[in-house]
Every structure is written in C-alpha cells, then in structure tokens.
C-alpha cells in the first residue's frame, strides 16, 4: 500500500475511535442523568421530605429502606408521600404500609394522592393520618386478585403435554395447563379471601372505621376523589400545598419549611413507570403462579 493509502486508514480509524468513545461517554451520562436524583440538590436543615411512590408496586424493598432512612434522618421533620400506583403485590404494599406507620408514629406524614392510588396503592395510604386527593384522583379498589394463565389449549394443539409428579392433590393447584380443580379453587379462594380481610381490617384500622363498613364500600370498584371524600376514605380535597398547612395546623410545623425531594429511581424502573413498560412488567409478573395482587384493572371492572 502507499503512503497516502496508510495515512488515510490512520485518519479513519481515529475517526472511528472518536465516535466510539463519545458514543459511550453519551450513554454513560444519560444513565447518570437518569439515574440521578431530580428534585434538585438536598436541603441543609429542618425541611419536609416529598417522597413518591409510582408504578406498580412490588416487593418494597427500596421503598422501605428509603422511609426508614427518613424515620432516621433528624433534618426530615415531615413527610408528604406522594402515590401514583394502580397496587401491586399484596406483600410488598403491606410492607410499604407498615414503614410507613411506623414514621408516623415518629414524625409527621401526610399522604397525597395523585392521579391513582388504588388496591395496594391506597392500603399504603391509609397508614398515613392524613390522606389528601384531587377530586378526580383514582382510588380505593379495595381487594385482592389471584390468577393464573391456563395454556392447556395451546399446548393440546401443539402436542404437548406435561405430567406432574406431586406429593399430594393440591401442590400441582394453580397449573399452568389444567384448570383448577374445586378442592383447588376451595383453596385458592381461601387465601384469597384471607388476604382480602387482613386488607379490610388495615384500612379499617387506618381510617377508624368499622370493619363492616369497609366491607361494604369493598367490593373491588375504584372511587374518584371527592366521592371517596364522602365515604370517609380521605380527609381532604387538594394537594401538597393542603399536605403542608395540614402539617403545620394539626402537628406544629414551623411554617414555610422547605420541601425536598430526592427520586433514586434508577433507569430501569423509570421506564417500567410508563405506561408500556407498566405492561409489560405486569405480563412478566402475571406469569407467576405464586403471587397475589391489589391491582385496580379499570378493564375487568363492569359495574
């Protein structure tokens, strides 16, 4: 090859390898620009802590850690708690829920309702005192669903078939290719109704309301904001400027105090938030057969 032919190649590859480094260097500062705290930097002093809960709710793991964080922290003299969650996992919003009660019984916490706070999203905010909604805020949805997918027919037609060797009747009860047998759904139906009343008896417990009476407003359908406000299910219309005079009139809070907020949320859940990643994380989780929801599905409901 010839000189001119050598110095080319050279000037092309450095080409090359500056795209590449700038390629990376813009993917690593979007990760960190996604995955950076967004309510601008933290506040030094007494201030009120805004803190949200959005998404589907899952194990709350990271959301407990956070609100004990909170609990710990001697700068955080309040806690709005912003929800905007159709539920989740049973366990993870009774965690959520008891992390939650415990700060409260510690500091002041104010929850504030967004555009939902249903099923497992609501049993959240009962542990709060004070709950705070927009009249057309989505919420309560109070009960609890436990499915299973049923591919019997597609594996029929496919040829397959499967056959379980079970310690006894009921270890193979939900499967995923037979329907459920009534000893099966006996059983099922028992959990499910056992965890609908440790719901009820929450919910009663955090709104001082006679567990019969909860009952009867949970029946599963979801309640607008200023409907929920006559039940007796929220305190209050409004958002978290009502959150913060609530505070500051019923518990004492210097007024004026600053709001801060600190979103730890990395990428990925950022994008399960949206409302196509919300899907596809609900397909992948509804997949498993061992898990009970509080989930408000706006297409299920036909009453």
Request: neutral net charge.
């Amino acid at each position: 090859m010839t000189i001119d032919t050598l110095i080319d190649r050279r000037l092309l590859k450095r080409r090359l390898n500056f795209w590449r480094v700038l390629a990376v260097l813009a993917v690593v500062v979007a990760l960190v620009m996604a995955a950076r705290p967004m309510g601008g930097g933290r506040v030094v002093g007494d201030h009120v802590e805004r803190y949200r809960i959005t998404g589907l709710i899952n194990d709350g793991h990271e959301q407990i850690a956070d609100l004990a964080r909170m609990q710990a922290d001697s700068s955080v003299v309040g806690v709005i708690l912003h929800l905007d969650t159709p539920g989740g996992e049973v366990s993870g919003g009774e965690g959520i829920h008891d992390a939650v009660a415990q700060l409260a019984a510690k500091k002041p916490v104010v929850a504030v309702m967004d555009g939902t706070a249903a099923s497992a999203g609501y049993m959240i905010a009962v542990a709060a005192p004070h709950i705070v909604a927009r009249e057309s805020t989505l919420t309560g949805s109070i009960g609890v669903l436990l499915e299973t997918p049923n591919f019997g027919g597609l594996l029929e037609k496919l040829g397959i078939t499967n056959e379980p060797l079970v310690s006894g009747p009921l270890k193979n009860q939900p499967s995923l290719d037979k329907p459920l047998s009534p000893e099966g759904r006996a059983v099922m139906q028992g959990i499910v109704d056992d965890l609908y009343g440790q719901f009820v008896d929450l919910v009663a417990a955090g709104r001082h309301m006679d567990a019969a009476r909860v009952r009867e407003l949970a029946d599963g359908r979801a309640y607008t904001g200023r409907q929920a406000l006559k039940l007796g299910l929220v305190d209050q219309i409004g958002g978290e400027h009502e959150a913060q005079r609530w505070m500051e009139t019923s518990k004492g809070l210097a007024r004026g105090l600053p709001v801060a907020e600190t979103d730890k949320r990395d990428l990925w859940l950022r994008i399960t938030n949206r409302p196509a990643g919300m899907l596809v994380t609900w397909l992948f989780n509804a997949l498993r057969v061992d898990g009970a929801w509080s989930l408000w599905q706006p297409l299920s409901q036909r009453d």
